[in-house]
C-alpha cells in the first residue's frame, strides 16, 4: 500500500459527460501529480501541483482541469468525454523540492479506471 | 528534444537466468534516475534510484548501473523467478526544460518456467 489513495475505482459514463476523480495523497506529501495511461500505452503525464499550486504542465487537453486543495487532496475533473478518454488515471505523490539532493521519488495510487460509453 | 529510450518489445527470459533492461537517454543531465515496476492494472511502484555520482546501485537480486557518459542505465534482475514478470519502467530527474521526473514507457519483462 503506498498511502495514496484514489476514488472511484471504476468509474463507466457516457459520451459528453463530466466527471471527477479524487486523489488524497501521502501524509506530508506536498506534490500531486496526474498521468493517464491507455491501454497497453505508457504513463502520460497530465498536470503537476505543488502546495496548492500548479507546477508543471503535460500534454493536458483544454477539457481537463485539475486543483489541489488546501488539505493537499486533489481532484482531476474531464469534461465533454469522448470514447478515446477511456484509460486508466492514476494520481501519485512526492514529498517535493525540499533542498538540492532531493529526490522525486513518486508514490502512485491504485487508479481510476474510466470507461466512457 | 529530450527523449528516453527503452525497449518496447518485450524481454522472454528463462527463470533463474538474469534479465538485463536498458534505458538510454539523449538531451538529459540528469542528477538521478530511477527504476519502477509496474503490473498490469496498478500503479508504478518504485524500486531504486542512483545519483549521477554513482556507477551502480544494489538491492537484494536488483542491480543499477548508471552511465553519464554513454547517457544509460541498465537493470539486472539476478535468478529471474516468474514473479518477476512485470513492466519496468526508468525515469529521469529534473534537467534542463524538464523540471520534474519524466517516465520512459517502459520494457515488459516475462520469466517463464
Known amino acids: 500500500d503506498s498511502g495514496v489513495t484514489q476514488t472511484p475505482k471504476h468509474l463507466i459514463t457516457a459520451t459528453g459527460q463530466r466527471v471527477t476523480l479524487r486523489c488524497s495523497p501521502r501524509s506530508g506529501d506536498l506534490s500531486v501529480y496526474w498521468y493517464q495511461q491507455s491501454l497497453d500505452q505508457g504513463l502520460q503525464f497530465l498536470i503537476q501541483y505543488y502546495n496548492g499550486e500548479e507546477r508543471a504542465k503535460g500534454n493536458i487537453l483544454e477539457r481537463f482541469s485539475a486543483q489541489q486543495f488546501p488539505d493537499l487532496h486533489s481532484e482531476l475533473n474531464l469534461s465533454s468525454l469522448e470514447l478515446g478518454d477511456s484509460a486508466l488515471y492514476f494520481c501519485?505523490?512526492?514529498?517535493?523540492?525540499?533542498?538540492?539532493?532531493?529526490?522525486?521519488?513518486?508514490?502512485f495510487g491504485p487508479g481510476t479506471r474510466l470507461t466512457v460509453l | 528534444s529530450q527523449k528516453i529510450e527503452q525497449n518496447s518489445e518485450a524481454l522472454n527470459i528463462q527463470e533463474g537466468k538474469t534479465a538485463t533492461l536498458t534505458c538510454n537517454y539523449t538531451n538529459y543531465s540528469p542528477a538521478y534516475l530511477q527504476w519502477y515496476r509496474q503490473d498490469p492494472g496498478r500503479g508504478p511502484v518504485f524500486l531504486l534510484l542512483?545519483?549521477?555520482?554513482?556507477k551502480e546501485k544494489r538491492k537484494e537480486r536488483l542491480k543499477v548501473t548508471f552511465d553519464t557518459t554513454l547517457k544509460q542505465s541498465l537493470f539486472h534482475i539476478t535468478a529471474s523467478q516468474p514473479a518477476d514478470s512485470a513492466t519496468y519502467l526508468c525515469a529521469l530527474g529534473p534537467s534542463g526544460t524538464a523540471s520534474k521526473l519524466t517516465f520512459g514507457t517502459g520494457t515488459r519483462l516475462q520469466v517463464t518456467l
Open positions: 542512483i545519483r549521477e555520482n554513482e
Open positions: 501519485a505523490s512526492s514529498v517535493g523540492p525540499s533542498g538540492p539532493t532531493s529526490t522525486d521519488t513518486q508514490y
